[in-house]
């Protein structure tokens, strides 16, 4: 299929990606999902994961720690809290997501209780399976 | 009548004011320029963040299970005010500006009976309105070891108020700060974080028909706290401008006010050394003539 979309990742502090791609594979809070042109008009929450982006032949990944990302026919933006790319997922700072991720849930009250839980289940995924 | 001496002195001290302020202003043009590609570099995020709020906002509004930070704690009782000033001084009206308008705010709050509670974020702000109101000092955010503005800083703040709004220990929030217009223009700004505010024509433009998941309340109750993170995180960044710019434009009026005082100070040096001249000569001629 010839058609493209437009893709575009930005966090509080900066822009980090806006390229045309042919799909992008995303961590929804329900499952992940993959995103391609012309997809129904749609806004998800997103888990701390890891966003692929296809554009040809070219896949580049980034690890976000969650977010949101709205997606309609012409393209996908993610709003990601924090997002960088996996080259730079050290395992330091993966690591220091997970800490994070594990203090919260040390303060969380009870109705975010489950919430701050599966957020670490996550990071702690990222953790040992991206960690590079 | 100062001697020569003193006044060379005094053209020296100027002179040396003078670099001083006029390399503060150099390097407040340079941080102004970093304060302001910043700024920029977070606002596609924020101004999608709102789109999208908006729009769910629109639709949620009504519904009885509104989140609370939507549709409030029910009662306006205790208000938590978040002033953001400089960690220095030597910028203009830049802190005093922002801390009149909490002290005016706060003082008609109390006026009419509410409760008031003051998180300081900025040594300045901080030392100007605790002659009035120390008694309301609930916190205070230092930021004087960071180099510049990250979203760590904004989201531990807008955790702050989250939890407290969590627990009820106050029902709407407002920060202070100036917006940044240009290099002589930043107003002072109160904006009211919890409830959350929306342009009523702001979702007008992107009424397309979402599917949603989670439900859109659940969406919804995600990103409130998150769209508040991101509002403190542009008040500070466009805290950060101002404070640049009011302190280039202060300084600038420094330096120049140096240079007239030299001249000033130049004319009345010259002056009197003329005037000693011409008295020397006087003595000599008058010592001649009397042979």
Redesign the interface.
Known sequence: MADKMQF?L??????LASLEADQVQLP???GDMTAMPNH??????LRPGLVRVVAGSEVTEYVITG??A?I?PEGA?I?A??ALPKAEATKEKLEAFLEKAKADLEQA?DEAREAAALRVNDHHELFIRHAV | MPSLKDLKNRIESVKSTRKITKAMQMVAAAKLRRAQE?AE??R???E??EA?LGNLAAGAANSPSAPRLLKGSGSDETHLLIVATAERGLCGGFNASIAKLARTHAESLLAQGKTVKILTVGKKGREQLKRTLADHFVGHVDLSGAKRV??AH?HDIAHTALNGF?KGEFDVVTIFFSRFHSVINQEPTALQLIPAVFDADADVGSA???????EEE??LA??LP?SV??QV?TALLENGASEQGARMSAMDNATRNAGEMIDKLTIEYNRSRQAAITSELIEIISGAEAL
Do not use: H
């Open positions: 575009d930005v966090s509080p502090e900066r822009k929804g809070a329900e129904a008009p749609f806004l998800t929450t977010g949101f709205e309609s933006t709003l809290e924090e009250s | 910043s570099a977070a596609p995020y924020a999608r963040m999208v990250e979203y904004a969590a397309t028909n979402y599917e949603y998941e989670p659940a969406i995600d990103l998150r993170a991101t995180f």
